[in-house]
């Protein structure tokens, strides 16, 4: 089989660390693994498979061999690198919102919209983990009964603002422990022992940037034609977003039919005995691959409505394992190559 030289670009962030993770196990044809981030970055050594790699700065120039990048180092690095790396031969699988909405790259979910890449033009967007663990959930629904609105409110753990949040609610904690004042830097306010109501920055329309991302993406990869409203929220977790689904669907259901189609469909793990505590906890969605789905009840304030929760690592799922799921699907349909 054909091995193809890979890059992790932002390989030392909290995204690039778990893609790195995930790459020691994976079966992709690595040829060559190359670790990039920024010029301050690099000279670093890091472990790879019992290997030492150095870290290399992420320029233009550092691309010319490599067959697919997996770029985790923000938007304006990867506005910057992408079409750099792209006239060089090489694919692009960004996490950043850089691409997300061009209607040219395709913004792809495995489960949702895999066949999306056969017309890819060399970059490839991995949606926002929001976006990711919803909408593997919401997919098989609208396929089988038709999703008329959505209202979805998250609970978002603190690593999705990368490795300066996690330090941040590391030492409110301890700062807290030793009868100190709490700094906040990253936050607006403090996030130990708090609730922040604010995503990335507010819109004209009221919404946060993190609320419409959701609502636009979600029309971008699986039905325009859906309604959706969002509440995000920051909550002092490490790792694992939370979400409550409130969904309406235009076909009847029976909410054992749902769980059923929960625990049948790819990517997803039903987690529902309320009667034992049984419901999906970040806590142990934390590390693991799938989305966790459980409290499933029928909205008996609305006809054909039912509510649902939902956890995932937004790490992995939300980020590095649909990044690298996806140069796995361009490997096996032979779509490495920019047109
Ligand atoms: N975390 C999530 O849940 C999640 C989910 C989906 C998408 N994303 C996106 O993924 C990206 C990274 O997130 P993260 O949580 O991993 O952030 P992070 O922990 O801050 O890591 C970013 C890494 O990229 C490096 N970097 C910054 N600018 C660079 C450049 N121009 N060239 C090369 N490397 C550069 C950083 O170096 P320094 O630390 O020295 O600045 C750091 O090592 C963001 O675009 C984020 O929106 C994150």
């Excluded at 929220?233 to 749902?258: A, D, Q, W, Y």
């Amino acid at each position: 089989m054909k091995k193809y030289t890979f890059a992790v670009v932002g390989a030392l962030g909290n995204v690039g660390t778990e893609m790195r993770n995930i790459l020691e196990t994976s079966d992709l044809p690595i040829g060559n693994l190359i670790l990039m981030d920024l010029a301050q970055n690099a000279a670093k050594k890091v472990s790879w498979r019992s290997n030492e790699y150095t870290v290399i700065e992420a320029k233009a120039e550092s691309f010319t061999g490599v067959d697919i990048a997996i770029m985790s180092a923000g938007a304006g690095a990867s506005l910057e690198l992408s079409p750099e790396a792209v006239k060089r031969g090489c694919v692009v699988i960004d996490n950043s919102t850089a691409f997300r909405m061009a209607p040219e790259h395709p913004l792809v979910i495995l489960e949702v919209n895999a066949d999306a890449l056969e017309n890819h033009r060399g970059i490839i967007a991995n949606p926002n983990c929001s976006t990711i663990q919803m909408l593997v959930v919401l997919k098989p629904i609208h396929d089988k009964y038709c999703i008329k609105r959505v209202i979805v409110n998250t609970y978002q753990a603190v690593s999705g603002s990368g490795q300066a949040a996690v330090e941040e609610l590391r030492s409110q904690i301890r700062a807290f422990a030793n009868g100190e004042e709490m700094l906040a830097s990253v936050y607006p306010h403090q996030i130990a022992f708090n609730v922040l109501p604010q995503i990335d920055v507010f819109l004209e329309n009221g919404y946060s940037n993190e609320e419409m991302k959701m609502i636009l993406e979600t029309a971008k990869i699986l039905d325009p034609k859906i309604k959706m409203t969002a509440t995000t929220v920051r909550v002092p977790v490490m790792t694992g977003h939370s979400e409550s689904l409130n969904i309406e669907t235009e076909k009847p259901f029976e909410v054992e039919e749902i769980k059923t189609l929960m625990e049948e469909s790819p990517g997803i793990v039903l987690q529902d005995d309320p009667g034992k505590n049984v419901y999906p906890l970040a806590i142990n969605a934390a590390g693991k691959d799938a989305v966790f789905v459980g409290r499933i009840r029928r909205d008996f304030s609305a006809e054909n409505t039912l509510n649902m929760w939902c956890a995932s690592d937004n790490l992995r799922k939300g980020a590095a394992l649909n990044t690298i799921q996806i140069a796995q699907e361009i490997v096996k349909r032979n779509l490495v190559r920019v047109q």
